[in-house]
């Protein structure tokens, strides 16, 4: 929040607390947003409905929601743990593969992946790459472009080598996303597999930083 003594109005911070903290009572006790949205509701004096669209975009984060559906997000996020379990990974990932190289990854990318074996064809498909340090490894974002097959993944990237592994989660449906990446020339090349609806998809990404 903005100030201790005006708890309506939430800065980007206090967001994305009530964000992971939602998101962690989702994994807690197994249900999706419609019944989180439900229960939320229940908490409410008022009993106003809450659109399912709405609470999928906050979780999501792809656009600022309003003040007063973020309040009541926030009454009944109060009192609930917030765990950091992509922090846990990430020094888990780093004491197993050991020191890092000393290349720095942090940035943002433009990311292109494609399930064919170069990178120009038609099926290449566009996402945002976001990798912030932290100890011993790096927090990583991915934003898929909007219209393909919009999600937002949150993960760890961690080295190996030369190398850099990437694991990722889509952070409402839980599906896997990982890369293992090497530099060439000014970029990040690699491969990695997705997890869709229907199985395993197999591409190549190269990032760009920008």
């Known amino acids: 929040m903005t100030g201790s003594s005006d708890p309506s109005s939430f800065d980007q911070e206090a967001r994305q607390l009530i964000r992971n903290k939602l998101l962690h009572y989702m994994r807690a006790h197994r249900i999706g947003v ?27 984060g792809i656009i600022r929601t309003t003040e007063p559906y973020v309040l009541m997000f926030y009454d009944f996020a109060e009192g609930l743990p917030s765990p950091d379990p992509i922090g846990a990974l990430g020094k888990r ?9 000393g290349r720095d990854y942090s940035g943002r990318y433009l990311a292109k992946a494609g399930v064919v074996a170069t990178l120009d064809g ?7 790459i976001i990798i912030a340090p932290d ?49 060439e ?10 997890v ?11 990032l760009t930083k920008i």
């Open 185 to 194: 020339n000014e970029t990040l090349r690699g491969q990695g597999e997705v």
């Open 135 to 183: 100890t011993g490894f790096w927090r990583v974002t991915e934003r898929t472009a909007p219209g393909l097959n919009h999600a937002i993944y949150d993960g760890v990237l961690a080295c190996s080598g030369h190398a850099a592994v990437v694991v990722l989660k889509d952070r409402l449906e839980g599906r896997a996303r990982n890369y293992m990446l090497w530099p």
């Open 122 to 128: 038609e099926t290449a498909n566009d996402s945002e």
């Open 34 to 60: 419609p019944e989180l949205a439900e229960r939320i509701r229940e908490v409410q004096t008022t009993k106003r409905k809450i659109p399912i669209s709405t609470l999928q975009r906050f979780l999501a």
């Open 93 to 101: 990932l780093s004491v197993f593969y050991g020191a890092d190289n």
């Open 196 to 206: 869709q609806f229907l199985g395993i998809q197999k591409i190549e990404i190269r």
